[in-house]
């Protein structure tokens, strides 16, 4: 537009014969209008430009020429000009070919004084319709992939990869999914920092730091939880790559998913795989974890597995039916739970034999005191409504130290046969391991193979 510019201001004080000489010779399109809006005077460009003749621009006013959505401005502006009150203007207007097509040209107009001293306009022309239709046809593009990108079930950003620059771009998804409006997201930095939840920004952040460092371009995943506006916790899941531009400018890409029904299903069915569906106390399964996650502790192996089994249960199942069974076994539970510490583990073994893991305990009478207090609260009496009478149970219990097994299955064993001891020796009694328990259970299995008949 700058040579253009220096041309209007030639032809303001070029003598007559060189003005129609710079007019013909000039590379863009060149029209004199006068008061009447009639082009009196045009070059060869202009009139290839347009497909008019020198004598029909002569004869029409240029609003025949101009497209109808144009035509206010343009008038607008020429009126001003012819008037005085502006030297000059620029537009990007539509023009109607002779042939009917549309032509899109950047005019320029500059007043000049006729040998009378009127007032007329001369105007430069360039045929910028290629331009337009580009241009067209970057914006329709754009705004397909916008109506695309904002179609996607997940927040799409892009921006500078240092996280406490805001995104320059983020899709309207992210009011969905986080509750931030994505223009106010745009314009506040340090916000993605701010809203990253605390257990987890160490850890993303190193992996953020450790990936632009590396310089890599492929992508990268992270899972992670952050807060919603309105307090609400969501996770995500962001993948993203980093790129460079010809400038050396680094950009960040990358896809927000709302994984949050995702983590709870997992977790729900974590939850399933290793605990008891009725007392949502820890299954066998996780109780052998746990115990094996403490005997490969070193050094010491500190700890303890009470093993216990509710007397007379069978007594209430078969008289009082499965759910009053069921209830009792759900308020056994529930008292074994309350008896412990956070780091202890209570479990359901199976049936009505439960057991319990007691963290850090030194030694035997520390886990005694403990098996104790268990027993005491279920010997109190269970209401398991309906009407029903209060019943009256207690439990069995046996304790092992963890250095009574060198396995899981070998502690629960030990155990297991303190229980037993504890059976034997009447109703609601505490027994400790004794290695002379398993020698004996194995003497009475000896005897057994002997004494069957052949």
């Known amino acids: 537009m700058s040579d253009v510019t220096a041309l209007a201001s030639a032809f303001a004080d070029a003598p007559h014969a060189l003005l129609a000489r710079i007019i013909a010779l000039a590379p863009i399109g060149v029209g004199i209008v006068d008061g009447q809006r009639r082009t009196v005077l045009t070059n060869d460009v202009l009139r290839r430009m347009l497909g008019y003749s020198e004598e029909e621009f002569a004869e029409l006013p240029f609003e025949v020429f101009t497209h109808p959505d144009d035509i206010a401005r343009n008038d607008e502006l020429f009126s001003a000009l012819m008037a005085g009150e502006i030297d000059r203007f620029d537009l990007d207007k539509r023009f109607f070919h002779r042939d009917g097509h549309v032509v899109w040209g950047r005019l320029l107009v500059a007043s000049m004084q006729d040998d009378a001293g009127g007032h007329l306009a001369i105007g430069l022309l360039q045929d910028v319709t290629e331009e337009k239709r580009l241009q067209a046809e970057l914006e329709a593009a754009e705004a397909s992939y916008r109506h695309m990108v904002e179609q996607v079930p997940a927040v799409v950003y892009a921006g500078d990869p240092d996280p406490g620059v805001p995104s320059a771009y983020v899709s309207p998804r992210l009011e969905q999914v986080l509750g931030y409006d994505p223009e106010e997201w745009s314009a506040t930095p340090g916000l993605w920092l701010q809203q990253l939840h605390a257990s987890d920004r160490d850890a993303v952040l190193a992996s953020c730091d450790a990936h632009l460092r590396s310089g890599s371009t492929e992508p990268l995943t992270l899972t992670y939880r952050m807060h919603r506006r309105d307090g609400g916790v969501v996770w995500l899941r962001d993948q993203f790559s980093v790129s460079t531009d010809e400038q050396g400018r680094r950009l960040q890409r990358g896809v927000l998913v709302d994984v949050t029904r995702e983590k709870q299903l997992e977790e729900e069915l974590e939850h399933q795989a290793f605990h008891d569906p009725l007392t949502q106390l820890a299954n066998l399964r996780l109780f052998r974890i746990r115990i094996d996650d403490r005997l490969r502790r070193r050094p010491p192996r500190s700890g303890a597995v009470l093993f216990l089994d509710l007397d007379d249960f069978k007594t209430v199942n078969d008289s009082l039916g499965h759910g009053a069974g069921d209830r009792l076994l759900q308020e056994a539970a529930r008292r074994i739970r309350a008896c412990l510490r956070p780091a202890d583990t209570a479990g359901r073994l199976g049936g009505d034999e439960f ?56 502690v629960l064993r030990a155990a297991d046969l303190a229980m037993y001891a504890a059976k034997d020796a009447g109703k609601s009694q505490v027994r400790s391991y004794e290695p002379q328990m398993l020698t004996a259970v194995l003497q009475q299995l000896a005897h057994r193979r002997t004494t069957l008949p052949r």
């Not at 319990?356 to 005491?376: C, P, T």
């Not at 009407?387 to 149970?393: D, F, K, L, P, S």
Request: glycine letters at 8%.
């Open 355 to 410: 057991a319990v893991l007691i963290d850090e305990v030194d030694d035997l009478e520390q886990a005694l005191r403990i098996a104790e207090r268990v027993r005491a609260r279920l010997t109190e009496p269970y209401d398991l409504g309906e009407e029903m009478e209060e019943v009256g149970t207690g439990a069995s219990i046996g304790a092992a130290m963890l250095t009574d097994g060198d396995t899981p299955d070998a």
